[in-house]
């Protein structure tokens, strides 16, 4: 079965430091990866996937996430923070090349502070 | 392309209502996704199509919750009838043929059942 860990309910970062978000993995086989943002009322939006390879991979609004395979993590970067990059972030995780759903995670909630 | 539509962009109803939420996935898509999203839950799958056959409802709460796609164009969630712990917002979400493809979210349904 598949699944994906986010192990932090919060991350509060200072305005113009760097940000991690964290994201761990699980499944059988090879992972397809996929983070996606989430504003105050709004759907969520895609910024970035892990399809295959170079591990770092670069996304929307100057995020970029790096694949570590022995790690079994995902995690989301970004080198200087914005007050508008406060957000959900949500992690998801699908095997490949199956088509079953994103299995998501239960998300992180970025708060960066002025 | 418009994204992924959905109606009405917010519903209040008493207990007891019927209640049908619409969505209108990407053109060309051919998977689609019904989603619930609370405080308490977080982002729950409820029901997923390929090529407008249902695919998997395990995770439809109860019997009261159905879902149709007619066409490649338009799918309904019908919750009959309503209640109070219905309360919470419903996206939908598509994505064309591929596992490696991104999910398009659209903006949601927020209901409260009164």
């Known amino acids: 079965a598949q699944s994906v860990a986010q192990p932090e309910d919060q991350v509060n970062v200072a305005e113009g430091n760097p940000l991690t978000v964290k994201c761990t993995y699980s499944v059988s086989g090879n992972p397809y990866l996929f983070w996606y943002v989430q504003y105050p009322n709004r759907g969520l939006q895609f910024l970035l996937k892990y399809i295959t390879g170079d591990n770092l991979v670069k996304g929307s609004y100057g995020f970029e996430a790096e694949f570590n395979k022995s790690q079994t993590s995902f995690h989301l970067k970004k080198p200087s923070a914005l007050v508008s990059d406060s957000a959900l972030y949500f992690c998801?995780?699908?095997?490949?090349?199956?088509?079953?759903?994103?299995?998501f995670g239960k998300g992180t909630r970025l708060s960066v502070i002025a | 392309d418009a994204g992924v539509i959905q109606s009405p962009r917010h519903e209040v109803t008493e207990m007891g209502q019927e209640v049908t939420l619409r969505c209108k996935p990407i053109s060309g898509h051919d998977y689609l996704f019904w989603y619930r999203q609370t405080m308490m839950r977080g982002l729950e799958l409820l029901i997923y199509?390929?090529?407008?056959?249902?695919?998997?409802d395990s995770g439809m709460p109860e019997d009261r919750f159905s879902a149709k796609m007619p066409n490649a164009s338009f799918s309904t969630l019908k919750i009959q009838p309503s209640e109070p712990r219905d309360s919470a917002v419903y996206f939908c979400?598509?994505?064309?043929?591929?596992?490696?493809?991104?999910?398009?979210f659209g903006p949601g349904t927020r209901l409260t059942v009164l």
């Open positions: 979400a598509s994505h064309g043929t591929g596992s490696y493809n991104e999910q398009f």
């Open positions: 998801a995780v699908r095997e490949a090349p199956g088509n079953t759903p994103l299995v």
């Open positions: 199509f390929n090529n407008n056959v249902p695919i998997d």
